[in-house]
Nanobody, 118 residues
């Protein structure tokens, strides 16, 4: 099992910044990818950014150039730096860890609320 705890959400004005953290514990060996997802009210959960164990990154078009995902392997933590925030970035942000072995296993955190006021 992998346990994920998100933090860093809050209320910020448009144009501001926040940094989200996702701390992983438990059976973290062989985690392939950790990603940040978000879900706004009435909308489906969507990928925001993800980072592989090798350091490769992938971003949703809507956040490219504004958000940066990074990882601190020593701290078992993945960060999402969010700059130039927009009201449409308002959502609950979730962290997901994926392990690929004999089968694919996905682990989710509890989420953290990000609210961007106009």
């Amino acid at each position: 099992q992998v346990h994920l705890v998100e933090s860093g959400g809050g209320l910020v004005q448009a144009g501001g910044s926040l940094r989200l953290s996702c701390a992983a514990s438990g059976s973290i060996f062989s985690i392939n990818t950790i990603g940040w997802y978000r879900q706004a009210p009435g909308k489906q959960r969507e990928l925001v950014a993800e980072i592989t164990s090798g350091g490769s990154t992938n971003y949703a078009d809507s956040v490219k150039g504004r958000f940066t995902i990074s990882r601190d392997n020593a701290e078992n933590t993945v960060y999402l730096q969010m700059n130039s925030l927009k009201p449409e970035d308002t959502a609950v942000y979730y962290c997901k860890a994926q392990k690929i072995g004999l089968r694919v296993s996905n682990y989710w955190g509890q989420g953290t609320q990000v609210t961007v006021s106009s």
